[in-house]
C-alpha cells in the first residue's frame, strides 16, 4: 500500500464514507429481513423480534428465526450509523461540516462502495442461500493477509482494513482536530443507558468532553464497529461491546456468524417461505410510498446530525411497513431517494 501522510481533508473523507457505509447496509438487510413470510405476520402486522428459545413457543418458526437473526443486524447496523455520525461530528461539526445523507451520498446499489476492493455484485433480494451468502461476504471478517494501513488509501482490500485506517488517521490527527469546548451535536438514541428500553450497550455511543474522555470513547466507538460486524474475527462478540439485555442472544453473535446460521438452515432444512414476486396492481403505489418514506429518513438523519431538528426516527420505523407492503404487493422493495420529495 502506498505510504501518504494523513491530513484533515482525508480523514474527512473517510468518516464521511464509514457513515455511507452504515447506512448502505441497513436497506440490503432489512429487504432480506422482511421478504420472510413470518407466520403469523401480514403487510399490516410486519414480524417484529420475538424469543423463540423454547420449542412450545407458538412464535417459533424457521422464519422467525431467521427473521431474528438478519433483523438484529440491521439494528446494530442503526447503531454503527449513528457511531460513524458522532465520530464525524466530533472532529469536524464545529468545523462547519455535518455528514451528509442525501444526492450523492444517497445510498445506490448494484456493486460494493468504490473505496472496498470487492467484486461481487450486490442487489436487493429475498432471502436465499445466494443472498445470505452475498450479505456474509459484506460482513467478512479481516482477511489475515490484510495490510496494515499505511496512511489514507483510495481503495481498501476489505471494510476491516478501511476502518483501521479510519483509527490510524485519528490517532495522527486527534490533537489537532478535536476540540474540548465545541458544540459536537452528539445523538444517542440506540446505545444509553437512561432508556432501558433501547439496545443499551457498555460504551457510550457519544463522544464529547475533555480530549483525553472524548478520545477514549472515539477508540471505544471504532472497536464496538469493527467488533460487532465488520471486520470482527471470532463467532462471539466480547461482552463489553453487545447488549447488556440478556434477551438479546442473537447480539452475541457476530453479523458474519449469523449470516452464516440462516445459510445454513437453508442448505440443511430447506427453503423458506418468502414473498412472490409476481407483482400486482398495487405494487407501483406501494413502491412510491417507500420512496417518499427513504427520502423523508435520509432528511431527518441529515437534519438530525447537522444539528437543524432533533433526530427524528420516526420515518425509520414507519418505513418497516412501507418496505413489506411492496413485498407484499409483489415486488422487490427499491430504496430510492427522490429529490422531488427531499422537504417532505
Known amino acids: 500500500m502506498q505510504n501518504n501522510a494523513w491530513t484533515a481533508e482525508h480523514l474527512l473523507d473517510h468518516l464521511q464514507k464509514a457513515v455511507y457505509l452504515e447506512l448502505w447496509t441497513i436497506p440490503l438487510y432489512l429487504t432480506a429481513a422482511y421478504s420472510l413470510q413470518v407466520p403469523g405476520t401480514s403487510a ?21 428465526v431467521a427473521f431474528n437473526h438478519i433483523y438484529s443486524i440491521a439494528v446494530q447496523e442503526m447503531l454503527h450509523l449513528e457511531l460513524a455520525a458522532n465520530l464525524f461530528n466530533a472532529l469536524f ?39 445470505m451468502s452475498l450479505l456474509a461476504t459484506v460482513e467478512t471478517p479481516e482477511p489475515g493477509t490484510d495490510a496494515p494501513p499505511n496512511g489514507p488509501q483510495s481503495v481498501y482490500d476489505s471494510i476491516g482494513q ?3 485506517a479510519i483509527e490510524q488517521g485519528i490517532d495522527q490527527l486527534w490533537d489537532q482536530l478535536y476540540d474540548p469546548a465545541a458544540d459536537h451535536r452528539q445523538k444517542s438514541e440506540f446505545a444509553d443507558p437512561k432508556y432501558k428500553g433501547d439496545d ?4 457510550s455511543a457519544t463522544i464529547a468532553g475533555d480530549s483525553a474522555t472524548a478520545r477514549k470513547q472515539a477508540d471505544r466507538v471504532i472497536e464496538a464497529i469493527i467488533g460487532q460486524g465488520e471486520g470482527s474475527r471470532g463467532p462471539f462478540i466480547a461482552p463489553d461491546l453487545r447488549p ?13 456468524a449469523r449470516f452464516r446460521m440462516v445459510q445454513a438452515m437453508l442448505r440443511f432444512g430447506g427453503p423458506l417461505r418468502t414473498y412472490s414476486t409476481a407483482g400486482s396492481d398495487g405494487l407501483a403505489a406501494a413502491q412510491q410510498q417507500l420512496d417518499t418514506g427513504f427520502t423523508s429518513l435520509l432528511v431527518a438523519l441529515e437534519r438530525g446530525f447537522a444539528g437543524d ?33 427531499a422537504a417532505s
Do not use: C
Open 162 to 164: 478501511f476502518y483501521k
Open 44 to 64: 399490516q402486522n410486519p414480524p417484529a423480534l420475538q424469543p423463540v428459545r423454547s420449542p412450545k413457543n407458538p412464535n417459533r418458526s424457521r422464519e422467525q
Open 244 to 256: 447488556e439485555e440478556l434477551d438479546d442472544v442473537e447480539d452475541r453473535v457476530s453479523h458474519f
Open 309 to 341: 431538528a432533533e433526530l427524528d426516527l420516526g420515518a425509520m420505523w414507519t418505513l418497516l411497513r412501507q418496505l413489506v407492503a411492496v413485498w407484499a404487493a409483489g415486488g422487490v422493495p427499491a430504496f430510492r431517494y427522490v429529490t422531488s420529495g
Open 93 to 131: 461539526g464545529a468545523k462547519g461540516h455535518s455528514p451528509r445523507f442525501t444526492g450523492e451520498w444517497a445510498p445506490r446499489y448494484g456493486r460494493f462502495p468504490p473505496w472496498i476492493g470487492v467484486s461481487a455484485p450486490i442487489e436487493l433480494a429475498a432471502v436465499s442461500d445466494a443472498q
Open 200 to 203: 443499551y450497550t457498555g460504551f
